[in-house]
């Protein structure tokens, strides 16, 4: 009986899958990578070894129980699509993720992304702001007063006012069309 060695991986061959919208079959998968190991030698009873990983989103829902974990794959998980903010001098799009937390109601993800420092200050606090409540309470935010509620009143202008006010109203809006 002999002792045979493992053989010797000689090269890695990856391939990378990014994938669009929803995923393999709606499942949120947004990234597969296929690794192919190769043996040393051509010995006819060693083969390649072939590994498939897959990724999904986690996502971070800030006040989520400890206990409770989000799997994307068996929680209801509605996204919006990524939308230009009207009256905005800077290039800003936000997009709505609603995530179940049961009996109708849903945690609330706000992402996007924007031209320069200041809207994306901006959109980060309102996604900060908007990641604490659930669905149903976006929907009775006062736009003309959230600047207050972020206390900001004494760093934006008017205009930049006028956008995160309709960065509010988009993302109402997208909370709308998703319940």
Do not use: W
């Not at 040393?40 to 990983?53: M, V």
């Not at 937390?101 to 924007?114: F, Q, R, S, T």
């Not at 206390?151 to 930049?160: A, H, I, N, R």
């Amino acid at each position: 009986d002999q002792h045979k060695e493992p053989p010797t991986i000689t090269h890695i061959e990856k391939f990378l899958s990014f994938l669009e919208g929803d995923g393999i079959d709606g499942n949120n998968v947004f990234l597969i990578v296929e690794s192919v190991f190769y043996p040393f030698g051509d010995q006819e009873d060693i083969r390649s070894i072939t590994c498939l990983e897959v990724f999904k989103p986690l996502y971070n829902i800030e006040n989520l129980p400890n206990d409770i974990a989000v799997d994307a794959q068996s929680t209801t998980v509605l996204k919006s699509e990524l939308e230009q903010v009207d009256e905005c001098i800077e290039n800003i799009k936000i997009r709505t993720t609603l995530i179940s937390k049961g009996a109708e109601a849903y945690y609330v993800i706000l992402d996007g992304e924007a031209d320069n420092d200041l809207s994306r200050g901006i959109l980060a606090l309102l996604s900060s702001m908007i990641g604490k409540l659930d669905a149903k309470d976006v929907l009775n935010i006062n736009s003309s007063t959230v600047v207050n509620e972020l206390m900001l009143q004494d760093v934006l202008d008017q205009e930049e006012v006028l956008c995160l006010e309709n960065m509010v109203k988009m993302t109402q809006n997208q909370v709308r069309k998703l319940l």
